[in-house]
């Protein structure tokens, strides 16, 4: 059974700094690519990057620069370091993954910019 769990976020002001960090378990990890998504109220779900297995890395536009995906293939673990913050970014933040066809998703976390 996959688990992913999240800790990290919550209130910065803007252009502060958080670390998102994910556990998995229930997946060959290093085999597994590795996604970080949001939802800001009232809006659809969306990727903000994803890292595969040997830590090829892709960004959303609107984060790149900012935001850095990285993982530990010992620790089965995923992290975003979230830099340069804007309250554009509030949103709950998602780990994801998919096994045999099936996504996954973390409990979310809320991630609050505000001054």
């Known amino acids: 059974q996959v688990h992913l769990v999240q800790s990290g976020g919550g209130l910065v002001q803007p252009g502060g700094s958080l670390r998102l960090s994910c556990a998995a378990s229930?997946?060959?990890?290093?085999?597994?690519?590795m996604g970080w998504y949001r939802q800001a109220p009232g809006k659809q779900r969306e990727l903000v990057a994803n890292?595969?297995?040997?830590?090829?890395?892709n960004y959303a536009d609107f984060v790149r620069g900012r935001f850095t995906i990285s993982r530990d293939n010992v620790r089965n673990m995923v992290y975003m370091q979230m830099n340069s913050l804007e309250p554009e970014d509030t949103a709950v933040y998602y780990c994801?993954?998919?096994?045999?066809?099936?996504?996954?998703w973390g409990q979310g976390t809320q991630v609050t910019v505000s001054s």
């Open positions: 994801s993954t998919t096994r045999q066809s099936l996504r996954y």
């Open positions: 890292i595969t297995g040997s830590s090829n890395t």
């Open positions: 229930g997946i060959n990890f290093r085999l597994h690519a």
